[in-house]
């Protein structure tokens, strides 16, 4: 039996919608039920949902593996604090996550949502670049056009003119911005197109704890997709300069590019990996952060001698369970061919 729906008045007065006024200056459209690729507004009409709500629903919704599979898992175990406890289905999860993402990355940190898995990104490179002898490495460098989140972290690395810099201006770290690049994937390389990257790298390498871009697809930014050799570039560039890499993965990961993860069209390795997103087939929120052995090592054994993040639904058991299940449903057919 499908919800009803009555409370388009007081949405309008008491709901804040993304990026929207109070009372609300833009119309919203009541949904009662969704099933596939489409939702049912309350007044019958069904539209196709082309933006997958974000990008996140790669199996459609209601999907009957990732529902049973979410039923069976709240009648065991919904939640239960990640601190000195763990359960099967992060267990699970994570050993998924590393055998289908590159060999170097081991390690993995389960969080709430695709920006927060930014900000955890963020402060893997800076613990790992305090611990390793270089406390001054406190800045980032990333490509204009980018989007990584609505954290002021994220923020912070999101286009200087299309992202909420002017509004946060005074509060938001200053980072290094080069240019986006200009070489759409397809198109005859250039190295030209590393030229601003370069520069930048170069001149600030002694402040540059990271670099973070979308490899191959800035989505936010324009859907602009851009030549793999960019990635490839970057990152023997942050290996010369001792940066690292983070590949924010968040809308691409899942095969949503045409590959598991974008960086594979360029064979590049991120030093760190951030995914959500699709991760739980857009039933749940969760997102992840992948790193390699020795950035992890580091960070245990420094000052600090732990990571300093955990949030309190890390790990929920509900949506570990549903992200295994969607990796499942994935792998198990031609995905790329669909």
């Keep these: 039996m499908k919800q009803s729906f009555s409370g388009i008045q007081f949405d309008r007065d008491h709901l804040w919608h993304p990026y929207t006024a109070l009372p609300a200056n833009v119309p919203v459209y009541p949904v009662v039920g969704a099933e596939g690729c489409r939702i049912e507004l ?42 000195g406890l763990t359960h099967q289905p992060a267990v699970d999860l994570a050993q998924q996550l590393v055998e289908i993402t590159p060999e170097e990355l081991e390690c993995v940190f389960l969080s709430d949502s695709g920006s927060v898995s930014v900000e955890v990104a963020i402060k893997m490179a800076l613990q790992y670049q305090r611990a390793a002898g270089f406390p001054h490495r406190t800045r980032l460098a990333t490509i204009r056009n980018g ?38 994937f397809g198109e005859t390389w250039c190295d030209a197109d590393l030229l601003s990257l370069r520069a930048v790298l170069e001149r600030h390498q002694q402040e540059i704890a990271a670099l ?4 191959v697809v800035q989505g936010a930014g324009g859907m602009r997709f851009y030549h793999p050799e960019f990635v ?3 990152r023997a560039l942050c290996d010369r300069f001792g940066i690292l890499l983070i590949a924010d993965e968040i809308a691409t990961g899942f095969g949503r590019s045409g590959e598991l993860f974008a960086c594979n069209h360029a064979g590049v390795t991120p030093d760190i990996l951030c995914l959500g997103k699709a991760l739980t087939g857009g039933m749940m929120t969760l997102a ?26 890390m790990a929920n058991p509900l949506a570990c369970a549903v992200a295994s299940a969607s990796i499942r449903l994935l792998l198990e057919q031609d995905w790329r061919g669909n």
Excluded at 150 to 173: E, K
């Design 212 to 215: 973070i871009l979308e490899p």
């Design 42 to 83: 309350a007044d019958g009409r069904q539209l196709i949902d082309g933006m997958a709500s974000w990008w996140s629903v790669i199996h459609g919704y209601r999907h009957p593996v990732l529902v049973q599979t979410l039923q069976e898992q709240a009648a065991q175990l919904s939640h239960v604090m990640f601190g």
């Design 147 to 184: 989007y990584h989140g609505d954290t002021f972290a994220a923020m912070s690395v999101c286009d200087p003119v299309t992202g909420m810099h002017q509004m946060f201006q005074g509060f938001l770290p200053a980072q290094h911005f080069a240019d986006a690049p200009r070489i759409r």
């Design 232 to 234: 490839k570039g970057a």
């Design 288 to 313: 992840a952060t992948l790193t390699s052995r020795h950035i992890a090592s580091t960070i245990s054994t420094s000052e600090a001698g732990v990571f300093m993040h955990g949030p309190t639904f």
